[in-house]
């Protein structure tokens, strides 16, 4: 079985962390961010076993080209 990586967004809320994987749009949460880790895992897990063999094969074309960038505003007083 061949492995592919997807990206995590991690959010503090709180007491807990929210965690989000951009590319297929698959969020989850956690009391911390090794539990938020492992959950957003179990969830994409999940929804990559519901997607068609077509779904499949678009998400292995898009692998390896994503940008992930940081950008900085200026908040209004």
Known sequence: MDKISFSIVLIPEGN??????PELDVA???HSVE???ANLKEAVEL???CLSPN???V???KHG???VSMMEIT???
Do not use: N, T
Not at 16 to 21: N, P, Q
């Open 59 to 61: 998400i292995r074309s």
């Open 28 to 30: 989850s949460q956690g």
């Open 65 to 67: 080209k994503r940008l």
């Open 47 to 49: 929804h990559i076993e």
């Open 16 to 21: 807990s962390y929210s965690s989000w994987c």
């Open 35 to 37: 539990e938020a880790m």
């Open 55 to 57: 779904e499949l094969q």
């Open 75 to 77: 908040m209004p007083a």
